[in-house]
C-alpha cells in the first residue's frame, strides 16, 4: 500500500517547514507532494530548501480545490492507493494523519474524515464557522440521513477508487465540503469519521476570514449541494469516470 | 423611403463589419453566425418593416415596437448565455492545463537532475 500526502501550499513560507518536519518525524511511511499554488511570498524557495521533497508548482494561482485536484492527478499518475489530504499551514498533525490512515487501512473505508468535532479539541472556532458547521451537518442527515460531524475538515484520507474520477476534468468543485460529502455518500462510497485534534493557525491568514467571503461561500455551497441533489435525483452520476 | 434605405445601409454595413472580423480570424466563423442572423434580420425588417407589424398583430401584441424589443432582448440574452457557457468550459479546460503543466514540469525538473 502506497500512501501520498498532498499539501497545498500559498503563502506559507512561515508553516511549511515545521509541516514537513512533524510529517517526517511522524509519519514515515507517507509520501509528500507540495502543491505550491504560485505563491507570492518566498514558499517555493523554502520548500526547494528541503532536501528530498516533491513538490509541484503551479504557474498561475489555482486556488485551494484546483490545486488539491493536481495533487489527485499525481497520485493516479504514480499509482498510489491512498492519499490524505493535507493542509500546508500547520493546523493538522502528521499523527493524527498516521492514526486516520491505519484507521482506514483496517475497516477499508474509501473516504475518511478527520473530525475535530467528534472529540472534545482545543480548536477554536469563529462564529460564522460554528453556525455553518451545525446547518451543513443539518443539510446532509436530511438529504442522506448520514451523519458527519464535520462537514468542512480539510483533513481527509481518500482511497484511490475514490480520488480517481475526482483527478478528470469537470469532476472537482471550486469548494469541496458537504457537497462532495453529498455526492461520495449518493454513489455509495463508504464513509466514516475519526476525532482528530487540530491547531489553531500561527502564521497568515484563513482562507474563510472577513464576513463577506463566509456569506458568499455559504451561499454558493447551498446552491452547489442543490446542484448535486438535482443531479441525484435525476440520475447523473456526480462524475464520469 | 429614405428611412428604408438607412436601415437597408446600416443591415449591409453590419455584415459587411462582421465579415471582415471572420475575414481576420478575429471572430471564428462559428461564433459568428449567430451574429450573422441579428443582421439578416435587420436586413429583412429593413426591407420590409411591414413584418413586424404582422407578427405582432399575429401574436397579439397591440403595440409592435414592443415586440422589436421583446426580439432584440432575447436574442441579446440568449448571447450573453452563451457566452457564460464558453466561460466556463474555457475555465475548465485552461485549469486542466495548467495542473498538467505543472505536472509535466515536475517531470522535466526531474529528468534534468
Redesign the interface.
Known amino acids: 500500500m502506497r500512501v501520498l500526502m498532498i499539501i497545498p501550499a500559498y503563502n506559507e513560507a512561515m508553516n511549511i517547514e515545521k509541516v514537513i518536519d512533524d510529517i517526517h518525524n511522524n509519519f514515515k511511511e507517507a509520501d509528500i507532494l507540495i502543491i505550491n499554488d504560485c505563491s507570492q511570498d518566498n514558499t517555493l524557495e523554502v520548500i526547494q530548501k528541503i532536501d528530498g521533497i516533491d513538490y509541484v508548482n503551479l504557474p498561475v494561482n489555482l486556488g485551494y480545490s484546483f490545486a488539491v485536484q493536481t495533487g489527485f492527478k499525481y497520485a493516479v499518475e504514480q499509482n498510489y492507493d491512498y492519499l490524505i489530504q493535507f493542509d500546508g499551514d500547520g493546523q493538522h498533525l502528521a499523527s493524527e494523519a498516521k492514526r486516520m490512515y491505519d484507521y482506514a487501512l483496517e475497516k477499508d473505508c474509501d473516504v475518511l474524515i478527520g473530525s475535530r468535532f467528534l472529540e472534545a479539541t482545543d480548536y477554536q472556532h469563529s462564529f460564522f464557522r460554528k453556525i455553518g458547521t451545525g446547518l451543513f451537518q443539518k443539510i446532509i442527515r436530511m438529504l442522506t440521513g448520514k451523519k458527519i460531524s464535520d462537514p468542512t475538515s480539510g483533513l481527509q484520507v481518500l482511497n484511490r477508487k475514490v480520488f480517481t474520477p475526482l483527478s478528470k476534468i469537470n469532476n472537482y468543485p471550486e469548494f469541496p465540503d458537504a457537497n462532495l460529502l453529498i455526492q461520495y455518500i449518493f454513489q455509495g462510497y463508504q464513509i466514516e469519521e475519526v476525532g482528530v485534534q487540530m491547531k489553531s493557525r500561527e502564521f497568515g491568514e484563513s482562507m474563510h476570514s472577513g464576513i463577506l467571503k463566509p456569506a458568499k461561500y455559504m451561499i454558493k455551497m447551498f446552491y452547489y449541494i442543490l446542484v448535486v441533489f438535482a443531479n441525484h435525483l435525476t440520475g447523473r452520476r456526480g462524475q464520469k469516470s | 423611403m429614405i428611412t428604408q434605405i438607412f436601415f437597408i445601409l446600416l443591415a449591409v454595413a453590419l455584415i459587411a463589419y462582421i465579415y471582415a472580423g471572420v475575414r481576420k480570424n478575429q471572430l471564428s466563423q462559428d461564433e459568428s453566425i449567430f451574429w450573422m442572423l441579428g443582421c439578416l434580420v435587420v436586413l429583412l425588417l429593413g426591407i420590409w418593416p411591414n413584418i413586424i407589424v404582422f407578427l405582432a398583430k399575429l401574436i397579439g401584441i397591440d403595440y409592435p415596437p414592443s415586440l422589436l424589443f421583446l426580439m432584440v432582448s432575447i436574442f441579446i440574452i440568449f448571447l450573453a448565455y452563451r457566452n457564460s457557457r464558453h466561460i466556463s468550459i474555457l475555465n475548465?479546460?485552461n485549469?486542466?492545463l495548467?495542473?498538467?503543466?505543472?505536472?509535466m514540469?515536475?517531470r522535466i525538473r526531474e529528468l534534468e537532475k
Not at chain 2, 495548467?98 to 505536472?103: E, F, G
Open positions: 475548465e479546460k485549469k486542466e495548467i495542473q498538467i503543466v505543472a505536472l514540469e515536475k
